[in-house]
């Protein structure tokens, strides 16, 4: 079942991930709905494993911001 949105913003951790860059506050992109970042272009290190919305929400891939959704990666 898909948290709320308040939840997954106070869970989410791409702000600190080593490919986050700043672009108009995008975050949680594991639940964006077919939606990569506009500006993260490159690989450079990865959370998404120890996330906590990726967690309670049983997501299995990684690199959100630069490959797609959970649902575009499957």
């Known amino acids: 079942m898909m948290m709320e949105i308040k939840e997954v913003v ?24 077919n939606r990569k970042s506009r500006c993260i272009t490159k690989e450079k ?11 309670r929400e049983g997501f299995q891939h990684v690199y959100y911001c630069v490959r797609g959704s959970e649902k575009e990666q499957h």
């Open 10 to 33: 106070r869970l989410c951790v791409c702000v600190m991930c080593p490919s986050y860059i700043d672009c108009k506050e995008e975050i949680a992109f594991c639940i964006a709905e």
């Open 45 to 55: 290190g990865c959370l998404c494993p120890g996330c906590p919305v990726q967690d």
